[in-house]
């Protein structure tokens, strides 16, 4: 385990959906920080993703703009590229999307890699 801290890479498609769910619910950076908080001290929390060739993680986090506990807040899709370096692929309102499923994270990890060769 080193001391760095992690690195958190936002792809363009995570940025994007923040952006967007900020509109509608005001305490999302607010809500989601503690999450980054946990994977810069190197704590990948959340449950691993398995379908995918990487090694890639979902968080909850609580929405409190939402009264309806942690079935209304967001999930946050992550992949440790590294054990000092995450980069976040997707957020999602639990309450807008049920579920996302391998395949799409596949997809957005590829699209990130192959936009960061260019």
Known sequence: MSDLPVQLK???LF???LKALAKKYRQIKTDIQPIFDEII???FIGNQITGTQYIVYKVRAKNTDAQSGKSGGYRLIYQVESPNQVVLHLIYSKSEQA????????????QYQADSDE
Not at 99 to 110: D, G, K, L, P
């Open 10 to 12: 936002f792809t363009p």
């Open 15 to 17: 940025k994007r959906r």
């Open 41 to 43: 001290q190197g704590n």
């Open 99 to 110: 579920n996302v499923s391998a395949e799409e994270i596949q997809t957005a990890i590829a």
